[in-house]
Every structure is written in structure tokens, then in C-alpha cells.
């Protein structure tokens, strides 16, 4: 059944664990997700950035989702990542997104939480659950050479965290804590003790953006904190990849698309399942 992230991520919150947010710009991309979740018997949400929504098509991604987990066991969130505007947004929730992100991280706070109230009216009139963002998360979802952009992150105040969360209204929180987008040479490190205040301060569930790369004992221990959302984009991208390009090589490579296209769909589905399991109580 289609839920709302904040619906799932209570009983995450409460019982300490975390649900993935998994991304995803193809028809095969969205197969390995959903059969993950299905496998393992786990709420997932499944996701789309701006960038990936206007690939696909919102209504045909929220179609597409809709119509496999009509034959699925278990419940999954629509959310749509990293949303700019309260025009995106709006695009989104009438395509029939389950949840959004607005991020405006970039502005300045009271600049934000306006955007933000704005977004959350809009949403709870519709049902939707809203994530917001505070303190700028840099990097992006692909694998990178060199060392993450340090200069380019702004942690998360908490006071500020929880006036934002306050004035808002949103149900998701998504901070800064010294996590990045995407995969560079040096591996991120978590501020544990500020994911702690802030939960503790927020009284919903917090979300960590640029969860490929970071260690699994970090993990765990952002989860012990309070983290119950965590977002995986750039290893699902990399295995997708490396897939085709492994079904796709020499001369007498398959050219039949769905006789091919399976084996992406398994590497994707093998990297969700591991982060579920990591996710887990």
C-alpha cells in the first residue's frame, strides 16, 4: 500500500531503526527497489529527484510504482527529492507523490521556513507528509575522484533546527552532519553528538541525505542518535551501471533489451537489500 514517508518512519523513530530512501531515474532502477523491499519484506521509499522525475515523467514514475505495488506485501512512500520550488511541488503532489522534500537550504532561515510553511499548507491539504531542510548538505550523487567539498557544507544549528521545525509545521527533518552527496576519496564523518540534540529537541523524524559512502558504523551509530531516514542514491547508480556494462561487453554482447536489462535490475535490487539489512533493528 502507498503511505506517506511520516507514516513509516514512526514506528522507525519509536523503535529505533531506519528506512531507505532509494532513488531512481529507470523503469529497471525502480524493479530492483521494489524487489528488494518485497524480498525482504520491508517499507521502503522510493524516490525521485527533480532532475530524474522530469527524466521519467512524474505521472509515469507515480504510475509505474502505483501499479507494482498493487501486487506487493509490503507498504512504500512516493517522495519526491530535493524539491526547489513550491511550483515542483505542487507538480508533484498532483501527480500523486505520497511525500515531498522542499530544500531550500540555500536561502536564508526566514527565507526558508516561508518557502517551507508554504509547502507544508499546500501538502497536508492534500495528505502528504513534508520534509524540510536546514544547513546546506554539498556534494552530488555520483562517484567523485578527488575529496569531498568540505567549504561547500554548513552544519545544522540545532536551536536553529528547532525553531525551523517549529515554525514549519513539516514532518520530516533533513540536516547537515558533516554528510555530503555522492562518493569521494575520503570517507564523510558524522557529528553523532549534534544528530542527538537535534532529535531530541525536534520531537519528528530526522533524515540523512548522502548516505552512499559512509561507513556502517556511522551508520549505526547516526541511527542510535536518531536518524530513521536514509537516503542511497549514488550506489544504486554505480551498480546499475556497472551491470550493463558488464551484460553489454564483446562482441557477441546481447542487443535483446529484456534479456540484458535483468542483470541491472539484480545488482540494484543486491545493493538495496544490503541497506536494508544495515538499516534494520
Not at 81 to 99: M, T
Not at 105 to 115: G, R, V
Request: glycine content about 8%; aromatic content about 6%.
Amino acid at each position: 500500500m502507498i503511505r506517506t514517508a511520516r507514516e513509516l518512519l514512526e514506528d522507525a523513530r519509536l523503535n529505533h531503526y531506519a528506512i531507505g530512501a532509494f532513488n531512481t531515474s529507470t523503469l529497471e532502477i525502480t524493479k530492483g527497489i521494489l524487489k528488494a523491499a518485497e524480498e525482504l519484506k520491508t517499507p521502503v521509499i522510493i524516490e525521485t529527484s527533480e532532475g530524474e522525475a522530469n527524466f521519467e515523467g512524474y505521472q509515469v514514475f507515480v504510475d509505474t510504482v502505483r501499479d507494482i505495488v498493487m501486487n506487493m506485501s509490503v507498504d512504500i512512500a512516493i517522495n519526491l527529492d530535493h524539491g526547489k520550488s513550491l511550483e515542483s511541488v505542487k507538480y508533484a503532489i498532483d501527480s500523486g507523490y505520497s511525500s515531498v522534500h522542499i530544500d531550500c537550504s540555500k536561502m536564508d532561515l526566514a527565507s526558508n521556513t516561508e518557502l517551507t510553511k508554504q509547502v507544508v499548507e499546500l501538502a497536508h491539504a492534500h495528505k502528504v507528509s513534508v520534509e524540510g531542510e536546514l544547513g546546506y548538505i554539498g556534494g552530488s550523487s555520483e562517484v567523485h575522484e578527488g575529496e569531498q567539498p568540505k567549504e561547500e557544507i554548513v552544519l545544522t544549528n540545532p536551536k536553529e533546527a528547532a525553531e525551523y521545525i517549529k515554525a514549519t509545521g513539516i514532518d520530516i527533518f533533513a540536516g547537515s552532519y558533516g554528510n555530503v552527496h555522492g562518493i569521494y576519496k575520503n570517507e564523510p564523518t558524522l557529528d553523532i553528538e549534534r544528530i542527538k540534540q537535534i532529535s531530541q529537541s525536534s520531537g519528528v523524524p530526522l533524515s540523512l541525505h548522502g548516505g552512499s559512502g559512509i561507513p556502517e558504523d556511522q551508520i549505526k551509530a547516526a541511527i542510535g542518535a536518531g536518524i530513521c531516514k536514509i537516503n542511497v542514491n549514488t550506489e544504486i547508480r554505480r551498480a546499475y551501471r556497472e551491470a550493463l556494462d558488464r551484460a553489454l561487453r564483446g562482441k557477441n554482447a546481447e542487443i535483446i533489451p529484456y534479456k540484458y536489462l535483468p542483470e541491472a535490475i539484480e545488482a540494484v535490487k543486491e545493493v538495496v537489500k544490503k541497506k536494508i539489512t544495515l538499516f534494520s533493528k
